[in-house]
């Protein structure tokens, strides 16, 4: 995910790329207490995923 596509976005865009992200982080965690998980890299890129759109977003509310 690219910041620059992120700038892009409008706020209401960026809250539900939040919450898939949200989502996918639990289904993540879901797989790992059950055993399922094989990817455990997945847990760093969606956790850097989720900060890369609160900075945005904080980023926005700034210039406000």
Do not use: C, P, W, Y
């Amino acid at each position: 995910m690219d910041v620059e596509t992120l700038r892009g976005k409008t706020a209401q865009e960026l809250d539900s790329e939040l919450v898939a992200l949200r989502r996918e982080q639990f289904n993540l965690r879901m797989q790992q207490a059950t055993g399922q998980l094989t990817q455990t890299h997945q847990f760093k890129t969606v956790r850097r995923n989720i900060a890369r759109i609160k900075t945005v977003k904080r980023e926005a509310a700034a210039k406000e």
